[in-house]
């Protein structure tokens, strides 16, 4: 099954369409930062046209609270310079 056999239907001005809209969800994700770097964003996935209920599965509390950690210190080794937000989640 082709996923994108909908593209080939629409016309010029609507690939454009669907192209800036996204872009924008990219953007708006690359973007993100704080404590929105942690969350999940089905919001990208509710852009593709086909409709699937994620199989989400969550790591064990001691699992993923590791895994944050190692995402914590990898934005470190990358991004060194960023500016600390020392905001509490919710502020």
Same mark, same amino acid.
């Given at each position: 099954m082709d996923l994108d056999e909908d593209l080939r239907e629409l016309t010029r001005e609507e690939l454009e369409t669907e192209l800036r809209r996204l872009r924008a969800a990219v953007r708006t994700h690359r973007d993100s930062t704080g404590h929105d770097l942690c969350w999940h964003h089905p919001q990208l996935w509710d852009l593709l046209p086909e409709r699937v209920e994620p199989a989400v599965a969550v790591p064990p509390w001691p699992r993923?609270?590791?895994?944050? $950690?190692?995402? #914590? =210190?990898?934005?470190?080794?990358?991004?060194?310079?960023?500016? $600390?937000?020392? #905001? =509490?989640?919710g502020e």
């Amino acid at each position: 099954m082709d996923l994108d056999e909908d593209l080939r239907e629409l016309t010029r001005e609507e690939l454009e369409t669907e192209l800036r809209r996204l872009r924008a969800a990219v953007r708006t994700h690359r973007d993100s930062t704080g404590h929105d770097l942690c969350w999940h964003h089905p919001q990208l996935w509710d852009l593709l046209p086909e409709r699937v209920e994620p199989a989400v599965a969550v790591p064990p509390w001691p699992r993923f609270m590791r895994g944050c $950690v190692r995402y #914590r =210190e990898s934005l470190e080794a990358q991004l060194p310079e960023a500016p $600390v937000d020392d #905001r =509490e989640y919710g502020e």
